[in-house]
């Protein structure tokens, strides 16, 4: 089955799964390495078993998200599917090769081949019934009302599209397989996508070239979010879960009630004697711990809090998320600087906290100003940083003059909670 047409695909995604797992590695790296930049919070790493039963109730329970009926069914699905249907894409590596290809073991086994077909018209449903509530809620249909005013759309509708394509894919590789005869499985494994191939011709070529969107589709989305840290909609699919696990309660309580005492690296601040060095509040990206850090990363701009804000809701400019999306996006502009200043040897190190690294005392760092070696250690960065900082309004007045209302408000509510120079844009 296999002739030039496989050779060529099959060449073609294993290159691409090359480059992409490359870039998803330095991605998850520098992600990690970042987080690693924020102050201590040891409270959170115990007790392990009620922590990963907490972990294990709340994702594949959705015992949060199911409050919001609908949306949290339809979540479930989208969720399960990505994990659950992962082998489906190991299949596809096969197929695009060999399209009789089936997974050792399982492949034409009849529960697999059930849960297959289930879960993956469930993720087609659950994401189009996503799609529909983006749009429903949308800004330009509720104004500043919406959860969404403010969300950056685009990346939504980025993952909304890859999840949908995806899904799709998988439904059509196992109709292309009926149709084609090219499965064992008993017809009540199939139902869904055995009714689908009704339609289908019988062509195992079709059915390469659907495996390779598939692998094309699911690799694009991991090369952009490689190159994307602060796209949250995209990354809390893997963040979530640490977010999770980390929750301030190790019984799995929400975190509400009394204040937490004020800390300074990670230690409880004695406000009858102070340490010199105690630093009070955040005054400065770094200043944050690494769970919130790990918070800003996983933010998906659902807008819920928004939605629930007296301020936003009095028609004040400030709101959570945007506080949220400012915060995040400013860490990833700015943790390249934050990253070397951390690596570089103490001697080198010629700055105040609050201020970006410099080569020397007392000069701010331009990138003229900047010596060789952090040059070089942020360089790499310096392209994402600008992305990052460009993308969205923030705190260094990068807003636009037309940008709508909530655009302003976001700026507005970075500036207020802010008081760093930002390390992308430089002003
Ligand atoms: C425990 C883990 C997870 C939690 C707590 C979580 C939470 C959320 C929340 C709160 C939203 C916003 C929903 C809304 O706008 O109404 C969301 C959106 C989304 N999640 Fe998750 N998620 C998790 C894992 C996943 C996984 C594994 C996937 C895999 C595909 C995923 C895919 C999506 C997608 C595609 C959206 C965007 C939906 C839209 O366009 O409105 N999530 N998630
Ligand atoms: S911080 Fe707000 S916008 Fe972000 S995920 Fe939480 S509720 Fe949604």
């Known amino acids: 089955m296999t002739g030039p047409l496989q050779i060529v695909l099959g060449t073609i995604s294993v290159l691409f799964l090359i480059v992409s797992s490359v870039l998803a590695y330095r991605a998850v790296r520098a992600m990690v390495r970042i987080i690693r930049t924020g102050q201590p919070d040891g409270t959170r790493f115990g007790p392990v078993k009620s922590r990963l039963k907490t972990l294990a109730i709340e994702s594949l329970g959705h015992t949060r998200m199911l409050k919001w009926s609908a949306i949290g069914a339809a979540h479930w ?61 949308h800004p330009r249909r509720q104004g500043r009302k919406s959860r969404f005013a403010g969300t950056n759309e685009g990346r939504g509708y980025f993952v909304e599209a890859v999840v949908l394509t995806v899904g799709v894919a998988i439904l059509l590789i196992r109709a292309l397989k009926v149709s084609s005869d090219l499965t064992d499985a008993p017809a009540w494994s199939h139902p869904i996508s055995g009714a689908l191939a009704a339609i289908l011709p019988d062509s195992p070529d079709l059915l390469t070239v659907v495996a390779f969107v598939k692998i ?112 995040r996006d400013h860490l990833y502009a700015k943790a390249p600087t934050c990253s070397a200043r951390r690596r570089r040897p103490r001697r080198r190190r010629t700055t105040t906290s609050s201020s970006p690294p410099t080569s020397r005392p007392g000069r701010r760092a331009t990138p003229a100003s900047r010596g060789p070696t952090t040059r070089r250690r942020t360089g790499r960065w310096s392209a994402r940083s600008r992305r990052a900082g460009s993308s969205t309004p923030t705190s260094c007045g990068a807003a636009r003059a037309a940008a709508p209302a909530w655009s302003s408000a976001r700026s507005t509510s970075s500036t207020s909670t802010t008081s760093w120079t930002c390390a992308a844009t430089r002003c």
């Not at 009789?100 to 993720?123: C, K, M, Q, R, V």
């Not at 994401?127 to 749009?135: A, E, G, K, N």
Request: glycine fraction near 10%.
């Open 77 to 137: 699905f989208v969720f399960v599917g990505f994990y659950g249907l992962f082998l489906t894409l190991v299949e596809a590596f096969g197929e695009v090769w060999n399209p009789a290809f089936h997974l050792p073991l399982i492949g034409e086994w009849s529960l697999w081949n059930l849960f297959a077909d289930i879960i993956g018209t469930g993720t087609i449903l659950g994401i189009l019934y996503l799609i529909y509530r983006r749009q429903k809620d």
């Open 216 to 327: 094309v589709v699911s690799l694009t989305w991991l090369v952009v979010i490689s190159r994307i840290l602060n796209m949250g909609v995209a990354w809390h699919r893997f963040s979530a879960f640490f977010n999770i696990y980390f929750k301030r309660e190790d019984d799995g309580t929400v975190a509400l009630g009394p204040l937490q005492p004020m800390t300074s690296g990670g230690k409880p601040i004695d406000f009858e004697d102070p340490g010199e060095d105690d630093v009070f509040g955040r005054g400065k990206i770094e200043d944050f711990t690494w769970k919130g850090m790990l918070d800003f990363t996983t933010c998906t701009e659902c807008g819920r809090c928004q939605s629930q804000c007296p301020a936003w809701n009095t028609g004040k400019p400030l709101s959570p998320k945007m506080v949220i999306m400012d915060l």
